[in-house]
């Protein structure tokens, strides 16, 4: 039995391409005493790994040339040389894009008694939507009345972001690619508005959109949204920055021109990472299963079969190709 | 007796001229019941004073075409319909560039027993050195070992940011314009480093003033010096955003590249405006005076005489050509 696993084979010049990584078969790893064997069942595709690919600097070590690309990750236990995990354990983790990895309990998050399907722990009930809560939470919070606006909002993370804001009272405008995307963040998400940013008007469909101005904008691409946004803030706006999605493929960064805004609005913006605040983790959780359990949650995978169309199914995630969550199933 | 007045004649374009103010002389404010008159003895000229006579909205209504320039003032009471202020009392404001105005005490704030001359209490015992106090404690807080870089360091804020971030154990790199400013600053006011923006290595130089990277940035000019700070900030870096006077003069905003750093480094950026924080005034002001009183903070003072040459001072300021807190004396 061999293990399968996809590797940086080099860094990417501008946009992704499947010539980037590099699908080996490998020995099983052996596993040391007190850890376990997992055999993954599901990975998470997420726009984070773009940046991992290149060689700058970033919150995160980058991805070497030729390792294992990184990843979130559920699947079973197999095999176990520790008393914290039995085989048969389901267990979520960061490890990566392969078929069976070694790790510690420590570093795996078991899940005792699932309420959803396997592949939402990548999602709604995963780092995704942990991070829409987070970083409402965190850099809000939202007030009842108030207008908020998430971009890539039929994304993991802008989808469930924009569907807490709304359970807090808000008023949810999203932005979103194409027609389809659009149609869904309203008609299955509930937002109140959703914009099409490949249509011409971005900057009159926001400000018809949002006629009492933004109070909370949920950040997930930067570039010319963030500097069309900045032109509707309220005063005393909050921007969480969660990702930057529209600049992770550019050689050349945006020029933002709007940073008046900033002060004028005595605004409060924070970048942030869900893995600098896991002590949030547990009251999370308890928010997005409850919600999702009383139907008030709603969320969409796209899921690719098989770890050899990995690569692909990123490219496609990166290029905003499909709705909702990106996942593989690992067969 | 004569009111004297200065009023805004025109909106500047670009620079600010003299042409665009007007000395008019009017009849004394005739006093309401509850009203004192006010002889001010000196006028302050401030950044934030351009912001206001462009017709682009802000976070303070702009002076309207033919009205007082707004400004921050000392003087003294010289007749009374109150029971709570009495004559000789010595009262700052925001009296404007005039040399009487008819105000209620509870717009004024009495100043008992100054323990400084009384321009002192339009600077580093003012609004500016409040600024600086209320920015860092709200935005930073800086902890000792901490690098902070504080632009436009030899004005009227930066100094007393820069000082208070020495007294807190920090770092401190300033950002000036000009040798003279430079030596200022690492001279007279102990910050560690002062780097000069006119010079063509600023890049460089700040690369090497910050050898442990920037924790605190505490921007008075947005711009270019932003841009280049962004690039050296640590992970967790804050950013209090105070002014951004490089950017009142100019008809197109600077095109900010490296707003990347803002989620990489999970950088906690807040716009403000002291006036937003009035509560904190009483521990600011505490503060200010022990350490002035004990010798720990310094202030320089550039002192235009007559209001006839505010607006002359009011431009040299602007163009960065004096040293220090830019005030009046309203003979």
Known sequence: MLNRQVLLAR?????????????VETPL????????LVRNR???????MRMRMNDTPSYAPKVELGQLMVGGTVGEVIDTRSAALKNGDIVSGLLGWQLYAAERPERLRRIDTPIAP?????????????????????VGPPKAGETVVVSA????????????????GCRVVGIAGGSEKCRHVTADLGFDACLDYKADNL??????????????????????????????????????????????????PYATR???S??????????????????????????????????????????????????????????????????????
Not at 118 to 138: C, D, H, I, N
Not at 226 to 245: H, K, M, T, W, Y
Not at 270 to 289: K, T, Y
């Open 11 to 23: 860094r990417p010049q501008g946009w992704v391409t499947q010539a980037d990584f590099r699908l």
């Open 29 to 36: 790893p052996e596993l040391a005493e007190g850890q376990v």
């Open 42 to 48: 599901y990975l998470s595709l997420d726009p984070y």
């Open 118 to 138: 396997l592949s939402a722990y990548l999602g709604v009930l995963g780092m995704p939507g942990v991070t829409a809560w987070v970083g409402l939470e965190l």
């Open 153 to 168: 909002a039929s994304g993991a993370v802008g989808s469930v972001a924009g569907q807490i804001a709304r359970i807090r």
């Open 203 to 252: 900057a009159d469909a926001l400000a018809a959109a949002c006629p009492d101005g933004i109070d909370v904008y949920f950040d997930n691409v930067g570039g010319r949204i963030f500097d069309l946004v900045l032109e509707r803030l309220n005063p005393f706006a909050r921007i969480c920055v969660c990702g930057q999605v529209s600049q992770y493929n550019e050689t050349e």
């Open 258 to 260: 709007n940073l008046r």
């Open 262 to 331: 900033l002060l004028v609005n005595r605004v409060k913006l924070q970048g942030f990472i869900v893995s600098d605040h896991m002590a949030l983790w547990p009251p999370a959780m308890r928010d997005l299963s409850a919600w999702l359990s009383a139907g008030k949650l709603h969320y969409r995978e796209t899921v690719a079969h098989g770890l050899d169309h990995a690569p692909e199914a990123f490219i496609n995630m990166l290029r905003g190709d499909k709705l909702g969550k990106q996942v593989v199933k690992l067969d």
